[in-house]
């Protein structure tokens, strides 16, 4: 029988802003992608908000609604959109120049894109090296510039008449760098803005600045962002929800469902090599090395959390991961991962997996930040706050608490995404014991 205990969720009332640092591939390939699906163009698909199921009480009780009539998200006629960038192109400028959709497909859909012109940017040279624009703020110290997003934040609300807002980060992967001194608490941080600390990067300015106005924050990128104790602080303080990091799309996807495979069939792995080429705006970026380091973390702790070779060393205890990015011109935004893994099964023989994985990067990221927007949307209306862990589905570094290790394996993401939305339901967890069938 369902719980008594139902959480309180207010309604969704109302034009829900969308407020994106980055207006480029995957935020364009997202809003036209919203124009279509509103417009009875196209079919969501990759959206579990809009497509997917989820199972109430027994496989007897046949009880399967989409999620999207089961809990109250926004509608996508609700949603409103703008961001930053450090270039000036409109939304419909910059996604002719990605190019990841046909040009007479934009077309269809140039005054909404046209009419969204990207505000200027907070940008620091040193987090992100291979590109440069025109379109950024200037100001004395990196509090004043948080104070410049703030006022464009409530410009934004003002101006859409938006009556909630959610910001996520579409822009560049900023080098790698751990938590300093600056970090530590809120004052800290706060003190490290008005001096211009060097540690604090742009997307962390952002963050500030969305959390300071109450707006719910999702990290797409591996960057360190919201990850620090001041900011998971101020988050926690102000009651409102943050996740991350960096999208899961392409290879790290493919990893997340096949790793679990072998670990479920105890399956040893000896290597997994894995490489990718890309040609857009993300595959430049990370040309560098600070840039790619980042991304290589990122990419790289899946695997040691699903395994986990402490507990399985004859199996998974000295396996070689390496991952390598090339950034290659022309092949745009279809990314093309390639994977090589050298397993071994009965009495030590070994056998091989080859993955060739021709993907769009954009098309997988856009139902992901679709979702990300109305997920988080929804745990803000449900007063949940802090780190949500159970969007992790849609990352490859998901945020946990600290001390926590994430869960990577993407079946038990999937299981907890699906019994939180139980839980806000006041529906009965699915456990999948199944006893009660045959008793």
Known sequence: MPSEDKVQIAPANGKLGVL???IGAVTTTFIAGVEAVRRGMAVPVGSLTQLATLRLGKRTDNRTPKIKDFVPLASLDDLVFGGWDIYEDSAYEAALNAAVLDRAQIEQFKDSLSAIRPMK????????????GPNVKQAATKMEKAEMLMEDIANFRKQSNASRLVMIWCASTEVFHRPAAVHQTLKDFECGLMKNDPEIAPSQIYAYAALKSGVPFANGAPNLTTDTPALLDLARDRNIPIC????????????????PGLKMRMLGLNGWFSTNILGNRDGEVLEDPGSFKSKEESKLGALEHILQPQLYPELYGHFYHAVRINYYPPRGDAKEGWDNIDIFGWLGYPMQ????????DSILAAPLVLDLVLFLDLAQRCGMRGIQEWLSFYFKSPMTAPGLYPEHDIFIQLMKLKNTLRWMRGEDLITHLGLEYYD
């Not at 991350?244 to 790793?259: E, I, N, P, S, V």
């Not at 997996?353 to 769009?360: E, M």
Request: charged residues 30%; positive net charge; contains cysteine.
């Open 353 to 360: 997996i080859k993955i060739d994985f021709l993907c769009r």
């Open 244 to 259: 991350g990091k960096d999208f899961k799309t392409g290879q790290t996807f493919m990893k997340t469902l096949l790793a």
């Open 20 to 22: 994106i640092p980055g």
């Open 121 to 132: 940017a907070v940008f620091d040279h040193d987090y992100v090296r291979r590109i440069d």
